[in-house]
Structure formats: structure tokens, C-alpha cells
């Protein structure tokens, strides 16, 4: 058996998949693709992802895209623990549910403001435009709250039920980027705050390893608003 | 067995749900939700769905939202076609791969520009603003050529190979929605166009009489153009 997984750890859904592998305890080989290098942008990189982005898998020479789709198709392989994505099918209805959501009822509201905020004054060197980047803000910040309170604080442990799945390590993956972004959820999602704590302790020790860069860069800004 | 579908035929997932579901021969008992009246905003449809969308569905008490997330329960439970949502772990992982892509891929720039050009200037009466109108437009035409030369023309007669399954139910339905905002991806995507026809074809009787509301007003904008 050989599966390749192409990732960067600066890529939320990259990051969820290495932590899902890490804790399935199933063999893969690491194919670090720099994002920042522009790795992404190579011909032989265009050969495996026709859109040149990060995650991609590599299966017995079986190539595949999007987070969502390898998780089900790992799934079916019998490669990730069965308990984080069920087999059962209202389980899996439930977990499939937040997975279509989360498209753009999160992730695109979380992503486009760590761009704007972050990524953009670093590719591009300039001051992001106030008004423009306040939309984008209320954006997350009622996306933030719309997973706080109807996927959240319904009474169980987790997103999909009383049982951690795949749908909470792909929030929580996705939340830390705001944190890049000099925006902490937990600081105002009480929901969030608690749930995201369980999450990273079940994931851990990989939850932390896949977010060594992640969290050298808030701690860089930590130090420096310290130092202002 | 009890199926119920909340939808309605201005929804584009709504009608993809519906199609699939008359092709299938699935009895299904019809909740139409209208949009237009605000009947989605209703206490009574929030208990169904708490996010105010359509479509969704009742199955024996089991509720269920997001499109996506409702075909693959449907086709778990053998109420679709199997052909349209193939069991064999590489074919489905294919189908997945398109409908995990085309939420922010294709669905949003063209969900976004129909909002935009045609149904902003019906709820709230204003000129949709000229520039801002021609950066939807602009994100909407990538995202088609995306879909016409990644998706479409790779050699294959269909998005997840040579058979036609729910991933080109679902593209057509959206794509139908952007003639409503007068621009017709047939006539500038020679891949789209070809393909689109056999779609149509494939499902219909029952494509059409799920676009009839849609064509009605296509053909009424055509009219009042003919006149000016």
C-alpha cells in the first residue's frame, strides 16, 4: 500500500488530514508542498492538483482533490478510524451535513478575512482597505456565530453528536487560521471556547504538531504587540 | 415509508433533489416552500430547517439538510438510481471530488452574480452599482471556463467520466439559474454547451417540468427584450 499525502501545515484542511492520518495510525508518505514558495505553481504540482492547491492524496497511483472527498474515500478504504467518520447512516448523514455546510457557511467567511487581514498585505505589501476589511469581518464574525450557537450549544458534546468525528477537527483546523489573522474565536464564543479545548486534546500529541507553524507565527505577533 | 422534500423550484439544489428524485421513481411527498413569499423565514419551516434553507428532507422523522449531504443519505438508503451515485469506492470518490469543489468553485460566483443582477434589484428595488456588478460577472465567467476545461472537456462525456451521474444533475441546475440574470454559459462555452444538452435530455421528462417556473421567466425577460 502506498498513499501519498501533498500538504502544507499552513493550509487548514491540509492540517486536518495529516492530523486524521496521524491519529488513524495509517502509514503515508509526507509530500510537503510550500504554498509560499509558489510549489503549488509547478508543472509537476499541476500533474497531481489541476488547480494547484493543497490537500491532494496519491493512492496506489489513484489521485484525488478536495479535503472532503479523501476523507469519505479514506473512509471507504478502511484507512481513518471508523468512530471519526461512521459507517452508520444517519451518523454519517449528520457529519456529512456539517461537511456541505461548512463550504461556505465558515470556512469561506474565515478564509477570505485571514487573506485580507493577513496574506494579502504579505504577497502584495499593502494596508488592507478599512471599510472593505470590516465586511469581510462582520462576515466571520456571523459565521462565528452562527457555528456557535446551531452547531454548537445544542445540548451535545460535539458538532455531530455526543461523539468527536471529522467535522470537528475540520472547525477546528479551520478556526486556528483566524488566529493568524489577530482574531481569537474563543475569545468571544463561549461554545467555541469549550468545544475547541476537547478537540485539541483528543487530537493531541498531532493536533500540536500540525500546528508548530501555525502558532509560531501568533506567538511572533504576541511578542511583537508586547514589545508596541 | 415516508419521504418528505422541502423545497422550492427557484432553488437550484431544490430542483437537482427533485429531478433526482422523480428519475429515481421515489414516491416523495411534495412541501413547496416559497422563497419569494418568505415562507422559509416561517417558525414552523425553522423547526425543519434551522438555518431557513431548502431544500430538506423528512425521512420517517429523520430531517436533514444541505443538498449534498441529503443525495449521499438517499443513495446509503437505495432511494436513488445507483448509477446516478455509484457504490464503487474510485467512481464515488469522482462524483465527490466535483461536489465538494463546486460549493466556492462554481456555485458561489454564480449564486452570487444571480443575486447581484437579478433578485437584489426585485427585493430591495436598486440598480445593483456598475463596478461592483462587473467583479461578480468577471469571478462568475472564471469559475464557468474552470468548470468548461477542468471539469468538462477532459475526454470524457460526463463530469466524473463517461457516465452521467448526480454531479452534472447538480451543474446543470445551477448553471440554468444564471439565464435568469440574462447571460447564457451555452453561448460562450463550447464544452458546457454540448454537454448541458445531453443532461437536459438524459433527465428529462422531468427536467423540464422542474424548470418550468425558471423558463417562464427566462422567456418573459426574452420577450420584453424583443419589444425595446
Redesign the interface.
Same mark, same amino acid.
Given at each position: 500500500m502506498s498513499l501519498k499525502l501533498y500538504y502544507d501545515l499552513m493550509s487548514q484542511p491540509s492540517r486536518a488530514l495529516y492530523i486524521l492520518l496521524k491519529t488513524s495510525k495509517c502509514n503515508f508518505e509526507q509530500k510537503a508542498i510550500d504554498l509560499r514558495k509558489g510549489e503549488h505553481y509547478l508543472e509537476e504540482y499541476k500533474a497531481i492538483n @489541476?488547480?494547484q492547491l493543497v490537500p491532494a492524496i496519491d493512492h496506489n497511483g489513484?489521485i484525488?482533490?478536495?479535503?472532503?472527498?479523501i476523507i *469519505?474515500?479514506l473512509a @471507504?478504504?478502511n484507512l481513518i478510524l471508523e468512530s471519526l467518520y461512521p459507517k452508520d447512516? *444517519?451518523l454519517?448523514?449528520r457529519v456529512?451535513?456539517y461537511?456541505?455546510?461548512q463550504?461556505?457557511?465558515l @470556512?469561506?467567511h474565515c478564509a477570505m478575512y485571514f487573506r485580507q487581514k493577513y496574506m494579502d498585505p504579505i504577497l502584495f505589501g499593502h494596508t488592507p482597505d478599512p471599510k472593505t476589511l470590516e465586511g469581510y469581518f462582520k462576515r466571520m464574525e456571523k459565521a462565528l456565530e452562527?457555528f456557535d450557537t *446551531?452547531w454548537l450549544g445544542n445540548g451535545t458534546e460535539y458538532i455531530a453528536g455526543n461523539s468527536i468525528t471529522v467535522a470537528d477537527l475540520l472547525a477546528a483546523c479551520e478556526l486556528e487560521q483566524t488566529k493568524m489573522a489577530y482574531y481569537n474565536p474563543a475569545d468571544n464564543f463561549s461554545n467555541i471556547a469549550k468545544w475547541w479545548k476537547k478537540v485539541r486534546e483528543h487530537f493531541n500529541p498531532y493536533y500540536d504538531e500540525a500546528h508548530v507553524i501555525v502558532n509560531k507565527i501568533i506567538n511572533k505577533q504576541a511578542k511583537l504587540k508586547a514589545k508596541i
Open positions: @489541476r488547480f489513484f484525488l482533490t478536495e479535503s472532503v472527498a *469519505k474515500y @471507504r478504504e447512516s *444517519k454519517q448523514a456529512d451535513e461537511l456541505e455546510w463550504h461556505i457557511g @470556512r469561506l452562527n *446551531k
